[in-house]
Antibody, heavy 126, light 112 residues
Framework: EVQLVESGGGLVQPGGSLRLSCAAS????????MSWVRQAPGKGLEWVAN????????WYVDSVKGRFTISRDNAKNSVYLQMNSLRVEDTAVYYC???????????????????WGQGTTVTVSS | QSVLTQPPSVSAAPGQKVTISCSGS????????VSWYQQLPGAAPKLLIY???KRPSGIPDRFSGSKSGTSATLDITGLQTGDEADYYC?????????????FGGGTKLTVL
């Protein structure tokens, strides 16, 4: 069964750090781009970060640039999100997702996210 | 404000058809593929449509997607009470350096 399982969420004070993990199973993890998407309480989805199959290319939404770092360990079939300098507005459920993307002559075509984890909750509060 | 505009809510009776719109611009929907997601209450999003109009295996053909110019549409026919959920469109926006992944604000479907 194709599956993504997130962990690492919790309560942290503003300015603190957390590291989220996402364990993949049931598919050839190293052949896929991966993403993190978050959803603040009662709000819509926000696309946070992407990482290429070999980790050589990463993208971040402006609001987390310089504070969050996406990484992966293909030997462990896992993707991570290191979150530093956390703010109250980072409070959300964080989902990892498998990204369907093709790259043709350097141009990326994004088709969608076909597998999602159950999410892990991050609460930033004093 | 989301880059992609969706109606906040739609409703219809069981068995009827509902259409959810997603409006964007040439930098996003106009030049990139659109995907649609269903989020049932308390659950993670689930892919319904990718590449504008393709259904993953296991998604019934009651769900269909289309794109025209800078807008996309999700149609749901034969509505069931189990379709009550939030629906989101998503795509890539190429207007900024490096681009940006974007979602619509979501549409809450009520099956009356």
């Amino acid at each position: 069964e194709v599956q993504l399982v997130e962990s690492g969420g919790g309560l942290v004070q503003p300015g603190g750090s957390l590291r989220l993990s996402c364990a993949a199973s049931g598919f050839t993890f190293y052949t896929y781009w991966m993403s993190w998407v978050r959803q603040a309480p009662g709000k819509g989805l926000e696309w946070v970060a992407n990482i290429r199959q070999d980790g050589s290319e990463k993208w971040y939404v402006d609001s987390v640039k310089g504070r969050f770092t996406i990484s992966r360990d293909n030997a462990k079939n896992s993707v991570y999100l290191q979150m530093n300098s956390l703010r109250v507005e980072d409070t959300a459920v964080y989902y990892c997702a498998r990204l369907m993307i093709s790259v043709v002559r350097g141009v990326k075509y994004y088709y969608g996210m076909d597998v999602w984890g159950q999410g892990t909750t991050v609460t930033v509060s004093s | 404000q989301s880059v992609l505009t969706q109606p906040p809510s739609v409703s219809a009776a069981p068995g009827q058809k509902v259409t959810i719109s997603c409006s964007g611009s040439s930098s996003n929907i106009g030049n990139n593929y659109v995907s649609w997601y269903q989020q049932l209450p308390g659950a993670a999003p689930k892919l319904l449509i990718y590449d504008n109009n393709k259904r993953p295996s296991g998604i019934p053909d009651r769900f269909s997607g289309s794109k025209s110019g800078t807008s996309a549409t999700l149609d749901i026919t034969g509505l069931q009470t189990g379709d009550e959920a939030d629906y989101y469109c998503g795509t890539w926006d190429s207007s900024l350096s490096g681009g940006q992944g974007v979602f619509g604000g979501g549409t809450k479907l009520t099956v009356l």
